[in-house]
C-alpha cells in the first residue's frame, strides 16, 4: 500500500486502485500505531476511485508537513570512494574512510518541509557551485515513537565541489533551498526492502540520456535500526522523521547537472520519483516546489 499526499486530500493505492483516505492531518496519520491496520479497512470499507490513480496527474505534494529530513553518508563502498576522492586535496579524504567502517555513523541534518520538492516538482543548484549532482537514496520514515513506519524515495541535491572543498563546508553543499525531493508516495511498511531491492537513476537532458546508474539494496552497509538508534538519540521528533540512507550511485567528476535536466529515480515497489532543475536565476521567493511546465 501507498499513500500519496495531494492538493485534492490523501490517497491510498494499491495497484492501479485508489482510495481517499477520510483523514486531513497527514503527519497525524502516517504516525498512527496502527496504520496498516487502518488503511487495510479503508481499502475494505470504502468505495474506490472510479479511475486508475496515476500518480503523474495526481497533483502530487510531498510526503511530509512538519517532519525533518536527516541524511546518513558514507553508507555504500562507492560513496565512500567518491568522498575520499573529492576531499582528498583538502585533507579530508581519511575522515570518509574512518567514519564508513565505525560503529558511529555518520548522521546530518539535511532538509525541512519548505525546502523540500515533490514528485514532478524542481530542485535546484546552488549559486556558488559549479559540480552539483543528484544523490538517489531511500528515504525511511520512523514514526515519532522510532519506529520504521515507511519509506519513500529520496534526491539528496549535493554541491560536490563546495563539501570537496572542505568538509567542514557539508551543511551549505547540502542545505538550501530545492535541495531535497522525497516522493511520489510513501510506502507503508514495518520491514525494511529486501536486499536485491534495485534503485535506479536517469538524468535526461533535453529528453536523451546524459547519465544512468543502479545500485542495490544489497550493498548498503548499515543496519537501519542503528541508524535509527542513533537518529533519535537524544532527540525527539513529534511529527516523527525522514531519513535518506545513502546513495550507491555516484556520477563521474566530468557530471554535473544543468537547468532543465530530468531526474528519474526509480524503486521497484515504491515507484519512481520525477525532478526538474530549475534555472539557477530561479528567485528566491519562488517555491523550491514549485510545479514544472515544460
Known amino acids: 500500500m501507498i499513500l500519496y499526499r495531494s492538493r485534492r486530500g490523501i490517497i491510498l493505492a494499491r495497484e492501479d486502485r485508489g482510495w481517499r483516505v477520510p483523514a486531513r492531518d497527514w503527519g497525524g496519520l502516517i504516525n498512527r500505531p496502527d496504520l496498516e491496520e487502518f488503511l487495510e479497512s479503508v481499502a475494505r470499507r470504502r468505495v474506490p476511485l472510479p479511475r486508475r490513480f496515476d500518480p503523474d496527474r495526481a497533483g502530487l505534494l510531498p510526503p511530509l ?17 567518491a568522498r575520499m576522492e573529492e ?3 583538502a585533507g579530508g579524504g581519511d575522515f570518509y574512510a574512518r567514519v564508513y567502517d565505525a560503529e558511529r555513523p555518520e548522521i546530518f541534518f539535511k532538509s525541512t518541509p519548505h525546502r523540500t520538492a515533490g514528485h514532478r516538482q524542481e530542485v535546484r543548484l546552488r549559486r556558488d557551485s559549479r559540480w552539483s549532482v543528484p544523490e538517489p537514496e531511500l528515504a525511511l520514515f520512523f514514526n515519532r515513537e522510532g519506529n520504521l513506519a515507511g519509506c519513500t524515495i529520496g534526491n539528496d541535491m549535493s554541491a560536490r565541489d563546495i563539501e570537496g572543498e572542505n568538509p567542514l563546508y557539508l551543511p551549505q553543499a547540502k542545505i538550501y533551498d530545492g535541495s531535497c525531493a522525497l516522493g511520489p508516495g510513501l510506502l ?3 520491514k525494511f526492502l529486501p536486499p536485491a ?3 535506479r537513476m536517469a538524468v535526461l537532458r533535453r529528453h536523451r540520456p546524459v547519465f544512468e546508474g543502479s545500485t542495490t539494496l544489497e550493498r548498503f552497509r548499515r543496519d537501519p535500526r542503528a541508524l535509527a538508534e542513533y537518529l533519535f538519540r ?3 521528533f513529534p511529527g516523527g522523521c525522514f ?11 566530468d557530471f554535473s547537472l544543468r537547468p532543465g535536466d530530468e ?13 526538474f532543475v ?17
Do not use: M
Not at 512538519?66 to 562507492?78: F, H, I, L, N, P
Not at 531526474?263 to 525532478?275: D, E
Not at 530549475?278 to 515544460?294: D, E, F, I, V
Open 243 to 253: 531519513l535518506l540512507t545513502g546513495t550507491g550511485i555516484v556520477p563521474p567528476r
Open 188 to 190: 507503508v511498511t514495518r
Open 87 to 89: 576531499a582528498r586535496d
Open 278 to 294: 530549475a534555472p539557477k536565476n530561479t528567485p528566491r521567493t519562488r517555491s523550491p516546489g514549485a510545479r514544472w511546465k515544460p
Open 234 to 236: 537524544d532527540n525527539r
Open 263 to 275: 531526474i528519474r529515480i526509480s524503486i521497484g515497489p515504491i515507484g519512481t520519483l520525477v525532478n
Open 197 to 199: 531491492t534495485e534503485i
Open 65 to 81: 508537513d512538519v517532519q525533518e529530513v536527516w541524511g546518513a553518508g558514507v553508507t555504500y563502498s562507492r560513496s565512500r570512494e
